[in-house]
Nanobody, 123 residues
Framework: QVQLVESGGGLVQAGGSLRLSCAAS????????VGWFRQAPGKEREFSAA???????YYADSVKGRFTISRDNAKNTVYLQMNGLKPEDTAVYYC?????????????????WGQGTQVTVSS
């Protein structure tokens, strides 16, 4: 069982930066791939970034070059550094953990989800 808690969301102006954190419980966190997803009002949850147990990373085209995902297994934490934020990045951001090799893009592959943190980017 893994419990995930996101933090770091907030209100920022366009062009600004935020760093989201996903803190996990459980000593086996390092065996999980972790993804960040986001959901804007009236839209489906969409993939943003993922990191594998071996630190391979993958990004959605919409955030590539602006967002960076990383993990610190000693702290049981995964980060999402978001730079160059745009109003269209406004959403609730969720982290999720998947007991898989490699990377996972589809939400259905993920076993555990956090409660989400709101990111609002003003123009």
């Amino acid at each position: 069982q893994v419990q995930l808690v996101e933090s770091g969301g907030g209100l920022v102006q366009a062009g600004g930066s935020l760093r989201l954190s996903c803190a996990a419980s459980g000593r086996t966190f390092r065996r999980y791939a972790v993804g960040w997803f986001r959901q804007a009002p009236g839209k489906e949850r969409e993939f943003s970034a993922a990191i594998s147990r071996s630190d391979s990373t993958y990004y959605a085209d919409s955030v590539k070059g602006r967002f960076t995902i990383s993990r610190d297994n000693a702290k049981n934490t995964v980060y999402l550094q978001m730079n160059g934020l745009k109003p269209e990045d406004t959403a609730v951001y969720y982290c999720a953990a998947a007991d898989v090799y490699g990377l996972a893009v589809r939400p259905s592959f993920y076993d555990y989800w956090g409660q989400g943190t709101q990111v609002t980017v003003s123009s």
